[in-house]
């Protein structure tokens, strides 16, 4: 299990009680999201690097355009991952061994948390 799963559950976990029939829903946004923003974060610094070192290696235009490519290939994965026989398989395997508990509101504020520094490293570039 990665830790992308984990965070599934806790998300999964915590909004099952209030909204049961949407939680894989919000869970597997909230994963998805997250798997953005890494990347982004991720290409933002590689392109920051690189131009410092006077690199070139590709264009802005292309360097969005893979982005957004790979962010609909991480949304379609997750789909296909968190509501099939995956989310059943994380969801045993949570029930038997302890439960690692994050804070609501600190998974929360990681995305929040990773947008801004992806903008501040966006203004070094």
């Known amino acids: 299990m990665t830790i992308f799963d984990t965070l599934f559950y806790n998300i999964f976990s915590h909004y099952k009680t209030g909204f049961k029939q949407k939680a894989v829903t919000i869970a597997t946004m909230y994963v998805s999201v997250l798997q953005c923003l890494l990347l982004l974060l991720l290409g933002v610094f590689f392109a920051v ?35 099939g026989k995956r989310r059943m398989m994380i969801n045993t395997k949570m029930v038997k061994k302890k439960k690692v508990l994050y804070n609501i509101w600190l998974l929360l504020f990681l995305p929040v948390a990773i947008l801004g520094l992806t903008f501040i490293l966006f203004q070094a570039y």
Do not use: E
């Open 49 to 83: 690097f690189f131009r410092k070192m006077h690199v070139d290696g590709m264009s802005k235009d292309n360097a969005w355009t893979i982005f957004v490519l790979l962010s609909i290939f991480l949304f379609f994965k997750n789909w296909m991952q968190y509501t």
